[in-house]
């Protein structure tokens, strides 16, 4: 069977002149890691599920994008970090809201999914179960960049909450969707959410049906974006229903929630998304989305634009 | 063009003899009480949006009901509230999530809606932004009623989470369905969750698409029940693409996601639905769910079994 996998750093991006050469290839080269880490997992005969969690931890180690060390700061100046997990042999899904003190967000989604008579935890209660389970905790400093410290400093005060990094039009998640050798799909996504973000804001992120979706039968999926457009258009789902109901295929479920249905609606934003063939589709409707993928024939791509 | 109406107080219930005479009656007389309110928002040429909040905040105001006043104590003997509201115009929604002062979370839920950018707002955050809307405060204790804090004292320290009423099997939510004079549709949901359930759950009644979902095209639904088996499902929104992709009838496609694709997951609960001609469905798969409607010819419907 082939293997497959594809994950995103979050899109936006309106003007190539905002993100420098320098920035582009250090991102290129962490996304070519990042996808090559859950690669290996696949290649080694591994489930969907770990090849997918493992690559999102990479991404949520990583302090260029915004989940996990590197996450954007909320109106109060905090950190609160979401993610989600789903996988699509049973549908069973884990997923965490608002963290503060767990290191992996991702990790802790996983620990919902398969301890958990719940599918999603927010606040301390979510913080509380992660220490439960053995998760490292970390000081709510850990996570600061001075990058984020500053952008902060700059929007803090305003009602502007649509900016991830600096004065690009961003919309800051990370995820990942994978097939293993047993046709098995997972998707998996996580985030810092948005920049000034009101206290106590969900994105789709942490939804089930919004911003991370996998079954078996049609297709795994992680969107990222303007969340609250993906919210209302139900996006990861969406995808999955106009494949299995409406008879598309995956690239043209997919163009058509992330380029046309959350367009329609003022929205903006990327979606990656594969099937149990194998197949990969990355639309976005923004910009650029930082993105990279390998393919059931070995082929990596890896791009922004 | 057509009125119509539909209002759930929760599913469950295995044995008709945990149920008695008295408190049946007391239960039906709430319900078509409450669905009337809406109805005469909607006799009044009021639009759906505001008859489903009038009649979920006067569930909430009735403590016989888990939301609201008389909502479940969580595993802490705390309360925390959710709901989420949807206009099936646009798909905006609005929607809140463990809430511990707002009297209404409905009106909190609506006031996102109206006045955020944001979809989702849970923790001290959404109390807050409730303040900032006027909405009334109150403190933690006055939603507990004394039947609740006895049923919390029994299940304390146990592993138990399904329970709502004592020993009856129900999965505690109230929600509405409307469809107005102009043909617009509306949903609202509002919970206290399970009984001792874990600090910081979230099941379906705050998220759009599992518990809650609107849109003008298809139909507007609510879904009781064991929250993360409608969250699995993307239970209110499969109801719409049902329709929409799947060319199912609104009896049809919610019949199918409360009766078949729930219960193949290991789920139960309920659904009540509306679609644009006024059609009214409410499904479960439980033994009985508290429900009443009014139908576009002025048929007042109340039951349990």
Request: net charge negative; aromatic share 4%.
């Amino acid at each position: 069977m082939p293997i497959a996998i594809a994950i995103h750093g979050g899109a936006g991006l309106s003007h190539k002149a905002r993100l420098s050469p320098d920035h582009q290839e250090k991102c290129e080269h962490a996304l070519r890691r990042c996808v090559l880490v859950g690669h290996e997992i696949l290649q080694q005969g591994g489930k969907s599920l770990e090849a997918v969690r493992a690559a999102v931890v990479s991404l949520e180690e990583c302090p260029l994008f915004n989940a996990g060390k590197g996450a954007v700061l909320n109106a109060q100046g905090e950190i609160e970090l979401d993610a989600s997990i789903m996988d699509g042999r049973d549908r069973s899904a884990g997923a965490v809201a608002a963290l503060r003190t767990t290191r992996n967000p991702i990790l802790a989604a996983h620990a919902v999914l398969k301890h958990s008579k719940h599918i999603l935890l927010a606040g301390p209660g979510a913080d509380h179960f992660a220490t439960l389970h053995q998760l490292e905790q970390v000081q709510p400093d850990w996570f600061r960049t001075e990058k984020r410290w500053q952008q902060y400093l700059r929007v803090s005060g305003t009602e502007t909450v649509a900016l991830d990094h600096d004065t690009e039009n961003v919309y800051g998640t990370v995820g990942a969707v994978a097939c293993d050798v047993h046709g098995d799909l997972a998707a998996a996504s996580s985030t810092g959410g948005m920049v000034n973000k009101k206290h106590g804001r969900l994105g789709d992120t942490p939804l089930i049906g919004a911003g991370t979706w996998a079954d078996n039968r049609t297709c795994a999926v992680g969107s990222t974006g303007h969340g609250e457009y993906f919210i209302r258009t139900n996006a990861a789902a969406r995808v999955s229903a106009l494949m299995e109901l409406g008879g598309l295929t995956l690239a043209e479920a997919a163009h058509r929630v992330a380029c046309e249905e959350v367009p329609e609606l003022g929205g903006a934003g990327g979606i990656i998304a594969v099937d149990h063939t194998g197949h990969i589709a990355m639309p976005f409707s923004t910009g650029g989305m930082f993105r990279a993928a390998v393919h059931p024939d070995g082929r990596v791509d890896v791009g922004v634009w």
